[in-house]
């Protein structure tokens, strides 16, 4: 975009301002407004540019900023001051929001914060439920806790490779600190008994590591909430003139599972689904504070800091307080101890009652902020991590490291306590979905679960990657310490088992698709009836249609990983647990083979993991540098942060709080400003915002909207992985509200799809697939063969403009829609396709 700005001769010119009358009323009746419409263009993943969408070279900024702005043509920078001029065409205009995603090259470091984005994807998973209030809160619930739990095993891994194995084992081991010189200072022998030598002195001097990764993380959130959170949607009571509220320290909290306002005390979430008197098939995206979750994130963010300054707290001071509580040690010190344990006790019991409370309110824009709590509860841990840190460096001239430092097991309790969650939270998706069944939900509602397990490996590869590298690099040979905890060994050991299984699930879906798509073969052959067939193009179109089918089978991929994930992390902490020994250790005396198998295992395992980390620094690395790399980072994030930050602040920020208020307060100024209708085309992942954006609007305004979508993930993707915001009722409810919607797909497109409407309003919705090629051979208009387009280009088909031109011809004010007289004879049969969106909005577009 910023290119395209550059192209651009005036990129920084204001939005025209209204006409006289421009403050009359919303609901489109003649006030002396011009009635022009307005065609409003948004691009979908990886981003364009305004002259490409615009189709002209010279365009202007009419509003927005470097980061998301609408543009115009040149020649219609002014088309508000002569409406005259637009009576038989609409007035274009592209919305350009691809770097609220794919920015500058820091952007790539997002990728170390992948765990966090796939668990508070979970959190939006939930199946659709009316009147399950207090299980749809408990879903909530057990996810905002999974994410706590991946925030502690984040920090206890950099605990794990700071305090355990350079500043406790290889630092307290003579042979490991030779060979790293930089440790002399540290080692006891090297530095002749050095003041920094003593054990909790180390401890406390590597407890920097985690502490700055903490504040690194505190640092991103805080100034992603500024940038994103910040963004206040259009308030309902006052309108778009009235400007959005100011304030910046003013916010609320957002949500799937909110309802009805709740006063102190009224639980973990807030609200049921659905008010009384509201109709249950509109869903919560339409909700006015969905898109504004200030509030929710700056509370989960103190909580989330708290936890891991507590943490680093911990992993200082136990060791010291264990090494006080021997027979005979100093009286002061051991009670000290006693009471810092106390206290991050108390500390950790206070985040987790946080982190519990209220989830989000969406019903109303909450501008409250819990400011107390967001300064007081990370300033109180850092005071605890100052008190651990001067406590553990005291003074212990018999104190000396030995083995693995003391409470190594503190990943086995991670372990178990997610482990539990994902169980409890798989029960609760299950009783969600029995209640309201939806045969397209993926998993059979089970999507948020297997996802929240997916997360939590993550985590424990990324934890358990930093560790093993890290004991490799220290001590090649193994011989001089002890290495990373024995769970992380035993977690790295069954990562070969999980590959030969994801390895024999693809073979089974390459199969099936091979076997796809040769039935495809018949079907393109009689797609292009009269033309000379051509094996080799056949087979290509033909398995372009299976591969695009692939995306229906990630449900299963998803699921099968997921199951397996959980079992042999199971076996894993069971194996740890019992045997507290590595698991080559722990086969020793069995049978050859079983003991090959398992040394093979924990070696490749181990070189996996420490592997696969490397390849995701170098990734992110590369993506700093690399515009092309940095552009496919992005669209990852198109797709993983469309959803509000419910579950944890330090993921990725959600683009969509920027987005879906700049498009509604767009779309709502238009109409009340000139009277006039709109199209809002949206292709891919701009489909999505479209439709968010639609929801958005006051119902008067969203009768004033006709929507295009191609390409769209609305049903394919959405419906089916987030089924209470986007399921069948969702969906219906947005075509029965809006003037007219039209969705275009093809058989090889991998992410677009039918949107599957139930009943009659499936057809009046989804258009016919279109061809892919446009033409199977050579032909007069097609001289030279045509591509195989996919997911992009699609203007290219002709059915595209015809469409277009359909819906644009409905906005005409001179040619209003028919109104509906209760006799099917009265409604003039239309062969533009549209009859049965007229049909349909007949009794309320002719206002």
Known sequence: MDQAQERAGTGGRAAPGPRDGAAGRGDGSSDGRSGTALELLVHGVGGTTPAEML??????????????????????????????????????????????????????????????????????????????????????????????????????????????????????????????????????????????????????????????????????????????????????????????????????????????????????????????????????????????????????????????????????????????????????????????????????????????????????????????????????????????????????????????????????????????????????????????????????????????????ALGGVMSGGVAQRVADWLDGTGTSIDGPPVLLTWQASVIPPLLVVVLLLCAVLARHTWRLARAERADIEDDHPGEAGDSGRTRRIALTRALATLTDRAPLLVAVVSATTLLLGTAALAGALVTDQVPADAARGTYAVVHGAVQTAQALGSWLIGLGFILFVTWGRRAYKDASARRTIGILWDVGTFWPRAAHPFAPPCYAERAVPDLTWRMATWTRATGGRLVISGHSQGSVLAASAAWQLEPPARRRVALLTYGSPLERLYGRWFPAHFGPAALGSLHEEVDCWRNLYRRTDPIGGPMRLPGDSGPSVDHPPLKDPLTYGRTGLHPLPAPILGHSDYQADPAFAEERRRLLARLRPEVPAPRHTGDPSSVPAADDGTADCQDRTSGRSSA
């Open 55 to 456: 189709d002209d070279p010279r365009t202007v900024r009419v509003t927005g900023d470097h980061i998301a702005a609408v543009f115009r043509r040149a020649e219609d920078a002014d088309a508000e001051s002569r409406p005259e001029d637009y009576r038989g065409r609409p007035v274009p205009e592209a919305y350009v929001w691809c770097n609220l995603t794919s920015g500058n090259g820091t952007r790539a470091l997002w990728l170390l914060l992948l765990p966090f984005m796939v668990v508070n994807l979970a959190h939006w998973m939930r199946p659709t439920a009316h009147g399950r209030t207090r299980t749809v809160r408990l879903y909530g619930l057990l996810v905002r806790l999974a994410g706590l739990t991946l925030t502690v095993m984040l920090v206890a891994g950099a605990c794990e490779v700071a305090l355990d194995l350079v500043a406790w084992q290889c630092a307290g081991t003579r042979a490991c600190a030779e060979r790293h010189s930089w440790l002399g200072f540290l080692s006891p022998v090297m530095s002749d008994g050095g003041w920094w030598s003593t054990p909790g002195r180390r401890l406390a001097l590597a407890a920097a590591v985690p502490a700055v990764l903490t504040g690194l993380l505190w640092y991103l959130s805080l100034r992603t909430w500024r940038a994103y959170e910040s963004q206040q949607p259009m308030d309902r009571e006052s309108g778009p003139e009235s400007g959005p509220e100011p304030g910046p320290e003013s916010g609320p909290e957002p949500g799937p599972e909110s309802g009805p306002e709740p006063g102190p005390g009224s639980g973990p979430e807030s609200g049921p689904e659905s008010a009384p008197g509201e109709d249950p098939a509109r869903t919560a995206l339409g909700r006015p504070g969905f898109w504004y979750g200030r509030r929710l994130v700056a509370r989960l963010r103190a909580a989330h800091t708290a936890a891991a300054l507590l943490t680093v707290a911990a992993a200082v001071g136990a060791p010291a307080a264990r090494f006080d509580r021997r027979p005979g040690g100093p009286a002061a010190l051991d009670t000290l101890g006693w009471l810092l344990v106390a206290a991050l006790a108390a500390g950790a019991v206070a985040v987790v009652a946080v982190v519990c409370r209220r989830g989000r309110s969406e019903r109303r824009l909450d501008r409250e902020l819990d400011e107390r709590l967001v300064r007081l509860l990370p300033l109180a841990a850092l005071v605890l991590f100052a008190l651990a840190v001067l406590y553990g460096g005291w003074s212990r001239p018999q104190w000396s490291s030995a083995g693995r430092l003391p409470g190594d097991m503190t990943f086995g309790g991670i372990a178990l306590v997610q482990g539990l969650l994902v169980l409890v939270l798989a029960v609760v998706a299950h009783v969600l979905h029995r209640s309201s069944p939806d045969t397209r939900a993926a998993i059979r509602g089970l999507g948020g679960p297997s996802v929240a397990m997916l997360a939590c």
